[in-house]
């Protein structure tokens, strides 16, 4: 099946840093996903991007849509206790049997040290 | 709150044992979907439901039983499962299935002795 490359696997900072992850594939997808999960809990959306090029902000996320529609990244700016976690990016596209598929990758784990 | 629960957020049971697990969704969406999130490993999805019909099977063996009653339901039937189905499960829907973003519930975390 297809596979999404997400790094770093995990990261540690120091409260107030920015942070950035991303992820890249050999395929093509026609929408790309970022997910935040806490620990016990389900994947949470965070952005959606839906064009090639797109740029979107939510907060202090910021999430673009490469343009060749194989990577996405995610920036974190300014980051707050609150931000621990794991994050996933998630591509989504038509599958063989013409309907669309998420492919999730294998997530990110925040930590922040204080 | 997401709108998409699921219940019991935790289970214990043996390899003989038979439990469902059980998600519903208050959305008003159309498409439901099961997935398995294990460590270390991307999410897998196991069945997708649109409209009541199960449009996607990816391969699970047949110890796991889907089941949906209406649009707004989904049930996991569970029976004699293996230590390696431990995981935690998890219930999403999207308004269609097709190019909608999908929302999650808690999961199910499930511990096979």
């Known amino acids: 099946g297809q596979q999404l490359n997400q790094s770093p696997q995990s990261m540690f900072i120091q409260e107030g840093e920015d942070v950035s992850m991303n992820c890249t594939s050999s395929?093509?997808?026609?929408?790309w996903l970022w997910y935040k999960q806490d620990p016990g809990e389900g994947p949470v959306l965070l952005i959606a991007l839906y064009k090639a090029g797109e740029l979107t902000s939510n907060g202090r996320l910021t999430a673009q849509f490469g343009i060749t529609r194989k990577d996405s990244f995610l920036n974190i700016s300014a980051s707050i206790p609150s931000d621990v976690g794991i994050y996933f990016c998630a591509g989504q596209q038509i599958s063989n049997f013409g309907n669309e598929k998420l492919t999730f990758g294998t997530g990110t784990r925040l930590t922040i040290i204080p | 709150e997401t709108g998409v629960t699921q219940t019991p957020r935790h289970l214990v049971m043996g390899m003989t044992n038979k439990k469902s697990l059980k998600c519903e969704q208050h959305?008003?969406?159309?498409?439901m979907y099961w997935y398995k999130q294990s460590a270390k490993k991307p999410l897998e999805l196991m069945f997708v439901y649109n409209f009541k019909e199960q449009t996607e099977n990816n391969s699970v063996p047949s110890r796991f039983s889907p089941e949906c009653p209406n649009s707004s339901h989904l049930f996991l039937h569970l029976h004699t499962l293996q230590p390696e189905d431990s995981a935690l499960y998890l219930c999403a829907s999207s308004q269609d299935f097709g190019g909608e973003t999908q929302y999650f519930g808690p999961g199910t975390r499930l511990l096979v002795l």
């Open positions: 395929s093509i997808f026609n929408t």
């Open positions: 959305l008003g969406h159309n498409a």
